[in-house]
């Protein structure tokens, strides 16, 4: 007998969370209890009196995993709401990566002329190095750091995926 | 303002909720809160002998009273031990809350003493969870917790109070009705799921009502309801394990529980309906068997309040989310309005009278040994022509399958099984929770010799506080449904499943002061029921019954409802390794 898996489609959800201890444990716990994936995370609250904060999840799954993930963060508690951005409508997502690129001579001026064209910018220097920081999609940065990886990578610090729909109204 | 101690904020609270009874074992981290429950007037602590045994209990007497029940454990191996309890309470959905003491909170995360992470263990098997480290904020979170523990899909939640928090002073005002941020279940449901599920009912040529645990979480109107839409439609009716008792096992329309051990009327009829109703039902594995072969003319209609149980295993037409209790006083006040009759269902009802003609549940009889079945059956109509209310609960194995096959259910809240979570040791604190909530009820946890073992420590609790539960043990020295697996699927192997080094259960009985009654042999059988009915106080019933018999119905693992198992006979002893795989 062999383990079958299911076609897998990524989905970006929006998450508005009471800011409370362990309430990241619980949606972190939530996923790996049932067997769902976190492709990222990230969380920090958005209201001036920190009482609420944001959770964007990129996961993938089956749409029928999708749909289950979306009911049982629902089911939570201290979840107020969930948004599948990618199922509500047009929407921008964007993470920020530091990237540190090592090299000398003809490579550091062809790091600067690929962070030229990715509008990343210059935000630490030495010698021998930089550190770049790029914003866009997950796309975007990803072929950023393989073409540094050519170059001269020497680690990568990413924050993950935050989204928003677009247009005046909130989600 | 004056101020109270955190451990009278609790005891206070406890009070105006109106808890009456709570199921605990003190020790160091809630010394501050047993000192407050002193000689308590109002609230009646009752000392188990083991945490589980607490947590059951609580479960018993939240599932017969319908109210929730109330918990209290110290730190770390009290609440470690709370934790199979709480999962249970999750899985069955039973309202509890748990209160367990936690060390100071200086100390936290210091490895102290009796300190575990109580908050962290039980997040994923509790309903919600709270670590209080303000006083004043404990009356808040108390009240919160019960409005989380009885409202929406019920559940268990766990509060833990460190130990300073105990001690520590704040000004206490009763809070108001709870106001929550985020947590709003839907009990009313949407008009359009309500018409579609109308329209479609009435055109219905192959109903059937599937109803589960949730009618009966929803209360005594819900059950009512169901009767009632049940009499307009003239459908069939048939239930999950935990549902047993919402719609009466005495009334013509009754087809018998579903599922793996269902009956073959019941299953036959889900698997040619052109209609399910799902009513506070969820698609259990145990109820489905092989999903692509579940119910594929039908078109379905699922009643829940959790809406995360709604397309989570079986896709269905019309999802209406809501209270059960609501959403039957929708569809039947929708049904009269638009003056829908009753269907003509005889074609249907004359499949279903086919099928019963099978009677699955017969099982054969040599007069020398007493089949579990016939202890089962005797035991149903001794009890009910004792005119008592009865409440029956169970272990978890064969003897649990044999009860719900063989004793018949009119009303709720009398049947307390372990469901979902499948514990072996949850039948005999139950009944002692139960008998704490309904002391005239006559209270009998039917076993099996493996189970009962599991938390036989409470039969102290029961002496102590006279409480006269019954026990009654269907002893066939194994692990019954173990070794029917064993026998399905490994050639007959018995590993490990034969309980040896027993008991001698009638002595057992005497040293804790109770009656002990050996039932050797089908001549003993009635007259050994009805002495442990007439016995006043606890009794405990060694009933030996045949060693080797099965329970049957049976749909094995991964196989579809039409491919029953209906006796021996059809055993092969093997199975493919993807139906090994399968629960």
Redesign the interface.
């Known amino acids: 007998m062999h383990i079958q898996e299911e076609l897998s489609q990524r989905h970006v959800l929006s998450l508005t969370v009471s800011n409370e201890a362990g309430m990241l444990a619980r949606i972190a716990g939530l996923f790996t209890a049932r067997g769902y994936n976190i492709d990222s995370l990230t969380v920090a609250d958005i209201t001036p009196d920190h009482g609420v904060s944001r959770i964007t999840i990129v996961t993938n799954g089956p749409p029928k995993v999708i749909d289950q993930i979306i009911a049982q963060l629902d089911r939570l508690v201290s979840v107020h709401k969930v948004t599948d951005l990618t199922e509500a409508g047009p929407f921008v997502e964007r993470e920020l990566a530091l990237v540190k690129v090592a090299g000398t001579g003809e490579d550091r001026i062809e790091a600067l002329r690929l962070a030229d064209v990715f509008r990343a910018k210059v935000v630490d220097t030495t010698i021998e190095s930089f550190i770049f920081e790029i914003t866009g999609t997950t796309e975007k940065v990803d072929n950023f750091v393989a073409l540094m990886r050519q170059i001269g990578l020497v680690e990568v610090g990413r924050t993950g995926v935050v989204g928003l729909i677009r247009g005046k109204e909130p989600v | 303002m004056a101020e109270k101690s955190g451990a009278d904020i609790l005891v206070q609270c406890l009070v105006d909720l109106g808890v009456e009874v709570v199921f605990g074992y003190p020790g160091g981290a809630v010394l501050p809160i047993y000192d407050a429950l002193y000689n308590h007037p109002t609230i009646k602590h009752v000392l188990v002998r083991h945490e589980q045994g607490a947590t059951h209990m609580a479960e018993g007497y939240a599932r017969s009273t319908g109210k929730p029940g109330v918990v209290l454990v110290t730190s770390g191996p009290g609440a470690t031990n709370a934790v199979t309890g709480i999962t249970d309470a999750l899985l069955d959905s039973i309202p509890m809350i748990v209160i367990t003491g936690q060390v100071p909170t200086q100390l936290i995360g210091t490895d102290a003493f009796q300190e575990a992470d109580t908050?962290?263990i039980t997040?994923?098997c509790s309903?919600?969870n709270y670590?209080v480290k303000d006083p004043a904020k404990l009356a808040g979170i108390v009240h919160e917790a019960f409005h989380?523990a009885t409202t929406g899909r019920p559940g268990p939640v766990v509060v833990d109070i460190p130990k300073n928090v105990q001690i520590a002073t704040a000004p206490f005002i009763k809070p108001g009705p709870v106001q929550?941020?985020?947590?709003r279940p839907q009990v009313k449901a949407d008009a359009a799921g309500i018409d579609a599920a109308v329209e479609m009912l009435a055109a219905a040529e192959r109903p059937i009502l599937y109803t589960g645990g949730g009618v009966i979480n929803s209360g005594p109107r819900a059950t009512e309801l169901l009767r009632e839409l049940a009499a307009m439609t003239g459908s069939p009716v048939t239930s999950t394990l935990m549902g047993l008792g919402a719609f009466p096992a005495t009334s013509d329309q009754w087809v018998g529980m579903l599922g793996m051990h269902g009956t073959y009327e019941a299953n036959w009829a889900m698997n040619q309906a052109d209609l399910i109703i799902a009513i506070g039902a969820r698609f259990d594995d145990r109820v489905t068997g092989r999903l692509d072969a579940f119910a594929p003319n039908s078109r379905k209609v699922h009643i829940d309040i959790?809406?995360?149980s709604?397309?989570?295993i079986i896709?269905v037409d019309v999802a209406v989310v809501a209270d059960v209790a609501s959403a039957l006083e929708d569809m039947i006040a929708l049904w009269k309005q638009r003056g829908h009759e009753k269907s003509d269902l005889s074609a249907w009802w004359d499949r279903i009278d086919g099928w019963r003609t099978k009677k699955s549940l017969s099982y054969p009889e040599d007069g020398k040994e007493i089949m579990p079945q016939r202890a089962i059956a005797d035991l149903y109509q001794a009890t009910r022509a004792t005119g008592k209310d009865v409440i029956i609960t169970t272990e978890v194995g064969q003897h649990q399958m044999w009860a719900a096959q063989h004793f018949g259910f009119d009303e709720p809240n009398k049947w307390l099984t372990s469901g979902g979570l499948g514990t072996m040791g949850y039948g005999f604190p139950a009944a002692i929770g139960a008998q704490m909530g309904n002391p005239d009820s006559l209270t009998i946890c039917i076993a099996g010799d493996a189970s009962i073992q599991m938390n036989i420590q409470e039969m102290g609790t029961a002496t102590q506080y006279r409480l006269p539960v019954k026990i009654f043990i269907l002893n066939n020295e194994y692990m019954g449904m173990v070794r029917q697996w064993q026998e399905l699927t490994y050639e007959s192997r018995y590993s490990n499943s034969y309980s040896d080094s027993l008991p001698d259960f009638v002595k057992l009985g005497e040293a804790y002061g109770w009656t002990g009654i050996r039932i050797e042999g089908p001549d003993d059988l009635e007259a050994g029921i009805r002495r442990m009915i007439e016995t006043p106080g606890p009794v405990i019933v060694d009933c030996r019954v045949a060693k080797l018999s099965n329970c049957f119905p049976m749909i094995p693992s991964g196989a579809a409802h039409t491919d029953m198992l209906l006796d021996p006979r059809q055993i092969e002893g093997v199975m493919s390794?993807?139906a090994k795989?399968l629960v």
């Open positions: 908050v962290g997040r994923h309903k919600h670590l989380i929550h941020a985020s947590y959790d809406r995360s709604i397309n989570k896709d390794d993807e795989a």
